[in-house]
């Protein structure tokens, strides 16, 4: 184990024990191979599962996972090619048994810190499925809520706005122009601080650098 594997890891456990706190479950796992066995086995036989436009899961192999089982039926947004089409996926997405995302910043004392244009994904998040399932790199990991917004700015949406081809001041300036453009990604900010439904949120930290 590296220094840096072993200073993620204790991390991991103090920010495990502010989780439960939150009652949010939290689990540590070193690799991103870890982390998909791990989701795997959460995951009952015959349940569906959707997921918003995560990097990190697409990173980590659990999209590939997920895809190549016959025992979870994959609820895929990608397959929408009408208005009306994606809308009826959005709502049975609302209804899955697992909704898959990671989180733009984790703050240390255990609070989720999210920025979204649509807001699909916070709506998942917020309420509908069952369980959502965050899987995050360490290094997402800040020390509060104003450090995971000024993350988000510098490090997230910047990357984000490249991938998505949008056009908005992050993508031409590296860095976040606090817009209003018609393109704009960050139109809701959400911060979750607790679940009230214990264990519904289950955290799964990664010790590896995964998504933006």
Known sequence: ???KQQAYETLAKTMIKNFEKRNIDAFYCPTKEDAVTLV?????EGGTVSMGGSATVRESGLLDAIQSTSSIRFIDRDTAKTPEEKKAIFLE??????????????TIDGELVNIDGNGNRLACL????????VLAGMNK????????IQRI????????AARLGTRTPCAALGHCGDCHSQDCMCCQIVITRHSRRKGRIKVILIGEELGF
Do not use: R, W
Not at 93 to 106: E, G, K, P, Q, R
Not at 153 to 160: E, I, Q, R, S
């Open 141 to 148: 990991v800040v020390d509060d809520v104003d450090s995971g």
């Open 126 to 133: 917020l309420c509908g499925p069952e369980q959502v399932l």
């Open 93 to 106: 997405t609302m209804a899955a048994d697992y909704f898959l995302m990671s989180s733009n910043a984790i």
């Open 153 to 160: 700015g510098t490090h997230a949406a910047p990357p984000n």
């Open 1 to 3: 184990m590296t220094p």
């Open 40 to 44: 795997m086995e959460l995951m009952k």
